[in-house]
C-alpha cells in the first residue's frame, strides 16, 4: 500500500524539456497556498479593525487584487526551493506571457488607476462627476470600474483608466453647494432695472435656491438681437438641478409676460435680386 502511495506522489509530469514536477511537489505548492491563504486573512482582519467603513472598502479592493500577485510569488519562491527550474518555465511560457499581457494591457490600466483613485481620494462614493459629458452619482468605486447612478436612474459604467486619459469634474469636491446659472435675453428698450428685480424674485422665491450666498444678476452683453443677463444662484443639490433650473425658467416666462417684457428671438432680413 505504501509503494502504491509512494509510486503515485512520486508521478512524474513533463511542463516542457527540463521541467518537471511531481504530484508530490504539487500538494506541497497546494498546501503551501492555503497556508498563505490563512495568513492573508489574519493580516486583512486585523488591519480591517483600524479603519473606518470608507477605508475598508479601499481596502478591501486593493487587497483584493494584491493578494493574486503574492499567491504568484509565493508559488514561484516554493518551485525554486524545491529545485524546478523556474526560469525554464517563464522561457517556455514567453509567447504566451506576451500574448496575455497585449490582451490584458486595458485591464491592467484600469486596475493601476483604480489604485490610484483609491489612494488619492480624488473620487467618493456620493460624489457627483461629470465625465465625457456624462453626469452621474458615484455609488460603487472598485478596482478597475467605477459605478455611478445618472439622474435618469441609468447607471454608468465607467472604466478607471477613463480618469487618467479624460477630464473629470468633481461638481462636489468643495462641497454640495454648486453655482449655477441661466441665460436669458430681452428685447432693447426694455427696462433693465425691471428686468434685474424679476429675475431676482424668481431665484429667490424657488423653494430650492439657497439664500447666501443671494442670487446675482449679471448683464452679460449688447448681442444683436437682445440685450444677454445671467441669473446665477446657488443650489444644494447639483445632481437634481435640472428640475429647479426648469422650474425657474418657467416662472421667468410667466413674470416677464406680465409685466410686458419681450423675449426676442432672431431676425433676419433677406434680399433678393430682381
Same mark, same amino acid.
Given at each position: 500500500?505504501? &509503494?502504491? %502511495?509512494? #509510486?503515485?506522489?512520486?508521478?512524474?509530469?513533463?511542463?516542457?524539456?527540463?521541467?518537471?514536477?511531481?504530484? =508530490?511537489? %504539487?500538494l506541497f505548492v497546494i498546501t503551501v497556498l492555503l497556508f498563505a491563504t490563512l495568513i492573508l @486573512?489574519?493580516? @486583512?482582519? %486585523?488591519?480591517?479593525?483600524? *479603519?473606518?467603513?470608507?477605508? =475598508?472598502? =479601499?481596502?478591501? $479592493?486593493?487587497? $483584493?487584487?494584491?493578494?493574486?500577485?503574492?499567491? /504568484?510569488? /509565493?508559488?514561484?519562491?516554493?518551485?525554486?526551493?524545491?529545485g524546478i527550474d523556474v526560469t525554464a518555465i517563464f522561457a517556455a511560457s514567453a509567447a504566451l506571457l506576451v500574448g496575455v499581457g497585449l490582451a490584458l494591457q486595458t485591464f491592467f490600466q484600469d486596475i493601476i $488607476?483604480?489604485?490610484?483613485? *483609491?489612494?488619492?481620494?480624488?473620487?467618493?462614493?456620493?460624489?457627483?462627476?461629470?465625465? &465625457?459629458? =456624462?453626469?452621474?452619482? /458615484? #455609488?460603487?468605486? +472598485?478596482? +478597475?470600474?467605477?459605478?455611478?447612478? #445618472?439622474?435618469?436612474?441609468? /447607471?454608468l459604467i465607467i472604466p478607471n483608466h477613463k480618469y487618467l486619459t479624460s477630464t473629470l469634474y468633481n461638481w462636489t469636491e468643495n462641497g454640495v453647494l454648486t453655482r449655477e446659472s441661466i441665460s436669458i435675453g430681452v428685447a432693447y428698450g426694455s427696462d433693465l432695472e425691471l428686468v434685474k428685480k424679476l429675475l431676482l424674485q424668481v431665484a429667490n422665491n424657488h423653494p430650492k435656491v439657497i439664500k447666501q450666498p443671494e442670487p446675482l444678476v449679471l448683464f452679460t452683453e449688447f448681442a444683436d438681437s437682445a440685450l444677454n443677463f445671467k441669473l446665477i444662484f446657488t443650489l444644494n443639490n447639483s445632481f &437634481?438641478?435640472? %428640475?429647479?433650473? $426648469?422650474?425657474?425658467?418657467?416662472?421667468?416666462? @410667466?413674470?416677464?409676460? &406680465?409685466?410686458?417684457?419681450k423675449i426676442p428671438f432672431p431676425q433676419r432680413e433677406i434680399y433678393t435680386n430682381n
Amino acid at each position: 500500500m505504501m &509503494e502504491q %502511495i509512494n #509510486t503515485f506522489l512520486n508521478y512524474d509530469f513533463e511542463i516542457s524539456n527540463g521541467v518537471h514536477i511531481t504530484v =508530490k511537489q %504539487i500538494l506541497f505548492v497546494i498546501t503551501v497556498l492555503l497556508f498563505a491563504t490563512l495568513i492573508l @486573512k489574519f493580516i @486583512k482582519k %486585523i488591519v480591517v479593525k483600524k *479603519l473606518n467603513d470608507d477605508d =475598508k472598502l =479601499k481596502f478591501n $479592493s486593493i487587497f $483584493s487584487f494584491s493578494k493574486y500577485f503574492i499567491y /504568484v510569488i /509565493v508559488i514561484l519562491l516554493t518551485f525554486d526551493n524545491m529545485g524546478i527550474d523556474v526560469t525554464a518555465i517563464f522561457a517556455a511560457s514567453a509567447a504566451l506571457l506576451v500574448g496575455v499581457g497585449l490582451a490584458l494591457q486595458t485591464f491592467f490600466q484600469d486596475i493601476i $488607476s483604480g489604485v490610484f483613485i *483609491l489612494i488619492d481620494k480624488s473620487v467618493h462614493v456620493g460624489d457627483i462627476i461629470e465625465l &465625457e459629458d =456624462k453626469v452621474g452619482r /458615484v #455609488t460603487e468605486i +472598485r478596482l +478597475r470600474t467605477t459605478r455611478a447612478v #445618472t439622474i435618469d436612474n441609468k /447607471v454608468l459604467i465607467i472604466p478607471n483608466h477613463k480618469y487618467l486619459t479624460s477630464t473629470l469634474y468633481n461638481w462636489t469636491e468643495n462641497g454640495v453647494l454648486t453655482r449655477e446659472s441661466i441665460s436669458i435675453g430681452v428685447a432693447y428698450g426694455s427696462d433693465l432695472e425691471l428686468v434685474k428685480k424679476l429675475l431676482l424674485q424668481v431665484a429667490n422665491n424657488h423653494p430650492k435656491v439657497i439664500k447666501q450666498p443671494e442670487p446675482l444678476v449679471l448683464f452679460t452683453e449688447f448681442a444683436d438681437s437682445a440685450l444677454n443677463f445671467k441669473l446665477i444662484f446657488t443650489l444644494n443639490n447639483s445632481f &437634481e438641478a435640472a %428640475i429647479p433650473k $426648469s422650474d425657474i425658467r418657467f416662472e421667468i416666462d @410667466k413674470v416677464f409676460n &406680465e409685466h410686458n417684457i419681450k423675449i426676442p428671438f432672431p431676425q433676419r432680413e433677406i434680399y433678393t435680386n430682381n
